[in-house]
T-cell receptor
């Protein structure tokens, strides 16, 4: 079985500052890992995915995440926050059964 | 372009009524999923299907049912709606690799 823990339900950053969202996973098989973003009253949009290729994964909108097996982590970062990054972010993991297990989500607020 | 649609987008119903939420995808994907999203819980898996005539229970399946009579559709039925089923419901699909799921826009269901 797979599971994900997102550390911090709310993160507030200043515009231009680093965005760091933490995600730790548990999986009995080599995992596929994902970050999704959800803007208010919208569906989920895939930011990036790790599928056992490069451990540093680049996604859309300047986001990237690094897979660290030794730490069972898949933290999401963006060097410089923009007002448009205000949203809820979900980390998710899947294994051989194709089912996604989601974290509880982290809401990002960007201060001007 | 291929897509995944959900209907209705918003639904208000009364306790005890039967409700069916529709999900239709034109990706020709074998795998289809239903999730519910609640504050503090992220998305949780309700039911899923790996193909026609195949259905499986997810993490929070009590009070819900699905049927898969063709590749394109996986309707979700609430047999007797309860206030605890007030939520936002997302449908998703994935292909045979199962690596990435594509999400519909969601249905906001209120049970009064």
């Amino acid at each position: 079985a797979q599971s994900v823990t997102q550390l911090g339900s709310h993160v507030s950053v200043s515009e231009g500052a680093l965005v760091l969202l933490r995600c730790n996973y548990s999986s009995s098989v080599p995992p596929y890992l994902f970050w999704y973003v959800q803007y208010p009253n919208q569906g989920l949009q895939l930011l990036l995915k790790y599928t056992s290729a490069a451990t540093l994964v680049k996604g859309i909108n300047g986001f990237e995440a690094e897979f660290k097996k030794s730490e069972t982590s898949f933290h999401l970062t963006k060097p410089s926050a923009h007002m448009s990054d205000a949203a809820e972010y979900f980390c998710a993991v899947t294994g051989n059964d194709y089912k996604l297990s989601f974290g509880a989500g982290t809401t990002v607020t960007v201060r001007a | 372009d291929a897509e995944i649609t959900q209907s209705p987008r918003h639904k208000i119903t009364e306790t005890g009524r039967q409700v069916t939420l529709a999900c239709h995808q034109t990706w020709n994907h074998n795998n289809m999923f239903w999730y519910r999203q609640d504050l503090g819980h992220g998305l949780r898996l309700i039911h899923y299907s790996y193909g026609v005539q195949d259905t499986n229970k997810g993490e929070v399946s009590d009070g819900y049912s699905v049927s898969r009579s063709n590749t394109e559709d996986l309707p979700l039925t609430l047999e007797s709606a309860a206030s605890s089923q007030t939520s936002v419901y997302f449908c998703a699909s994935s292909d045979g690799t199962g690596v990435e799921q594509y999400f519909g826009p969601g249905t906001r269901l209120t049970v009064t």
